[in-house]
C-alpha cells in the first residue's frame, strides 16, 4: 500500500479520535471531559474534510463547536470543588501539551489552507454569504459513472454521481471513476415501456407531436439512476462534455461568434451572437455572453452550470425551435381583450412535410419567403411558391410539403395560438393520398 500525504493525516486523526475519545469515558474530571469529547467532535469533522463532505464538516464545526461551549459554560456553574480547578502544568507535562496543541494547530492549519476557507484565496478578500454557499455545495461540469465488479471488457455500475465539486470529483477519479460522456445503449422493448408510463404514444411522428407533454428531465435522472442492471465500457479517447457554455468557450477556436465586437480590454471572455443586431463587449473577465432568440446570458464562467436554475425563473414561450421537419421561430406574439397574435418564420427541409391536422380557435395567413412546396386544404392541392398568399380558417384540414427548403411566414390570429390547439389527422404524405382525403 502506498503511503501518501492523506493516508498520514487520516492516521493521525483516526489516533487522535481515539484516544481523545478514551480519555473523555475515563477522566473523572467534567472540564477535562468536555475538551476531549471538544477534541472526538474536531477530529470528525477533518475526516469529513477529508472525504470531501465539506458542508457535513463545517456543520460539525459550527454546531457541535458552539454546543461544546455551552457545556463549558454549564460544567463551571454546575461545579466549583477544588478538584475541577485547572492545575498547573509542571516538567514533562508542559512539553507534551505544548507537542500536541502545536500539532493539532499544523493539522487544522492544513485542512483551512486546503478547502479554501481563508479569506486571501478570494480576490476581494471579503465573504459573502453567497460565495461561502457556493465553496460548501458547488457543482462540477461532468457527471461520473463509479464502477462495480469488474469483468471481461466491461463492468457493472455501483451508482452515478452528477456534478460532484472539483475535490469530490479528483476523489472518484482516485478511485477509478469515469466521466459519464452520455452513449447509452438500451433494448427497444425498454424504452417503449417509459414511454407507455407517460400515456404517449409509440408511433414516432405521434411521439415527436407529444413530445412537450413529456416530464422536462435528463435520461441520467429520469431512467439511468433508477435502473438496477447497468453495465458500461470503457473509453480511450478524447471527449468532452459540453454540458455547459463554460465548456463550450473553451473548445472554441475564437473568442466570438457572430456580429461581436469584443475589445483589447477584456480577459478570457467569450461572445456568441445569434441574432442580427451588433454585440459590444469592453472591458470584462472570465464573462460568457450569450445572445439568441430565446435571451441574453451574462455570466461569470464558475457560475454557468446554474443557468437551467436560473432560467427556470422565466415561465416564456422558446422564441425558436428545432423540430423533425425544420425549424420555427417566433417574431412576435401578441395578446389584447382576449385576442392573440402571433407571427412566426418556419422553414420545411426539402421533402418533409407537415402533420395533416386542424385547428378549433384560431385562423391563419401564410406568405411564401421563399422555395417552393404544395399545400392540401380540404381536399384541393395548392401549388405554393415565393410571393404566394393563402388564407387557412378554423377547422379547415390542411397539410404542406416542401419540394426544396421552404419558408414562410405564419400570422395566426383568434382565441388561441398554442400547440394545445392542433388537431392531428395523420402524420404520413401518402396516408393522406391514399386515404382519399383529397
Known amino acids: 500500500m502506498e503511503i501518501t500525504l492523506e493516508l498520514i493525516v487520516f492516521t493521525v486523526l483516526a489516533l487522535f479520535i481515539g484516544v481523545s475519545a478514551i480519555l473523555a469515558v475515563t477522566t473523572r474530571r467534567i472540564l477535562r471531559a468536555a475538551t476531549y469529547l471538544l477534541f472526538v467532535l474536531f477530529g470528525t469533522a477533518g475526516i469529513y474534510f477529508q472525504l470531501n463532505y465539506s458542508f457535513l464538516g463545517a ?20 461545579t466549583s470543588s477544588q478538584g475541577d480547578k485547572a492545575e498547573d502544568l509542571k516538567g514533562y507535562k508542559l512539553f507534551v501539551g505544548l507537542g500536541a496543541a502545536l500539532a493539532s494547530l ?41 464502477p462495480g465488479e469488474k469483468k471481461d471488457g466491461w463492468f457493472k455500475v455501483r451508482g452515478f454521481a452528477e456534478k460532484p465539486d472539483e475535490e469530490k470529483a479528483e476523489a472518484l477519479l482516485k478511485e477509478g471513476a469515469l466521466w459519464n460522456c452520455g452513449v447509452f445503449c438500451v433494448k427497444i422493448g425498454d424504452i417503449l415501456e417509459r414511454t407507455k408510463k407517460y400515456g404517449v404514444p409509440e408511433d414516432y411522428d405521434a411521439l415527436c407531436a407529444a413530445y412537450e407533454s413529456l416530464p422536462k428531465i435528463s435520461f441520467d435522472y429520469e431512467v439511468l439512476e433508477k435502473a438496477k442492471h447497468l453495465a458500461a465500457v470503457e473509453f480511450d479517447g478524447y471527449w468532452k ?12 477556436s475564437t ?3 457572430g456580429n461581436v465586437v469584443l475589445d483589447d480590454t477584456c480577459e478570457n471572455t467569450q461572445v456568441i451572437n445569434e441574432l442580427k443586431m451588433p454585440v459590444a463587449v469592453m472591458g470584462t473577465r472570465d464573462l460568457v455572453v450569450v445572445a439568441a432568440q430565446d435571451g441574453i446570458l ?3 464562467k464558475s457560475q454557468t452550470a446554474n443557468v437551467k436554475a436560473v432560467a427556470s425563473a422565466f415561465d416564456t414561450k422558446p422564441m425558436f425551435e428545432e423540430r423533425r421537419w425544420g425549424t420555427l421561430e417566433t417574431l412576435d406574439d401578441t395578446e389584447s381583450q382576449g385576442q392573440t397574435t402571433l407571427t412566426r418564420k418556419i422553414c420545411i427541409y426539402d421533402g418533409m412535410t407537415s402533420s395533416y391536422h386542424y385547428h378549433e380557435h384560431r385562423d391563419e395567413i401564410w406568405t411564401v419567403l421563399r422555395g417552393t412546396g404544395e399545400l392540401i386544404l380540404e381536399g384541393t392541392k395548392i401549388p405554393l411558391s415565393q410571393g404566394k398568399a393563402v388564407c387557412i380558417r378554423k377547422n379547415q384540414r390542411h397539410a404542406v410539403k416542401a419540394f426544396h427548403d421552404f419558408e414562410y411566414i405564419e400570422i395566426h390570429v383568434g ?10 389527422i395523420t402524420f404520413h404524405w401518402d396516408e393522406i393520398e391514399l386515404s382519399h382525403i383529397l
Open 59 to 78: 456543520v460539525q464545526l459550527l454546531i457541535y463547536a458552539g454546543g461544546i461551549t455551552v457545556l463549558y459554560v454549564f460544567s463551571i456553574l454546575l
Open 106 to 146: 499544523g493539522i487544522c492549519l492544513w485542512i483551512t489552507l486546503r478547502h479554501d476557507f481563508l479569506p486571501s484565496h478570494f480576490e476581494h478578500g471579503e465573504l459573502h454569504v453567497r460565495t461561502i454557499g457556493h465553496a460548501l455545495m458547488s457543482s462540477g461540469k461532468y457527471g461520473y459513472i463509479l
Open 241 to 252: 462534455d459540453l454540458g455547459t457554455w463554460d465548456a463550450l468557450a473553451d473548445q472554441m
Open 255 to 257: 473568442d466570438t461568434i
Open 298 to 300: 451574462v455570466a461569470d
Open 415 to 424: 382565441t388561441s395560438s398554442g400547440n394545445e390547439d392542433i388537431n392531428r
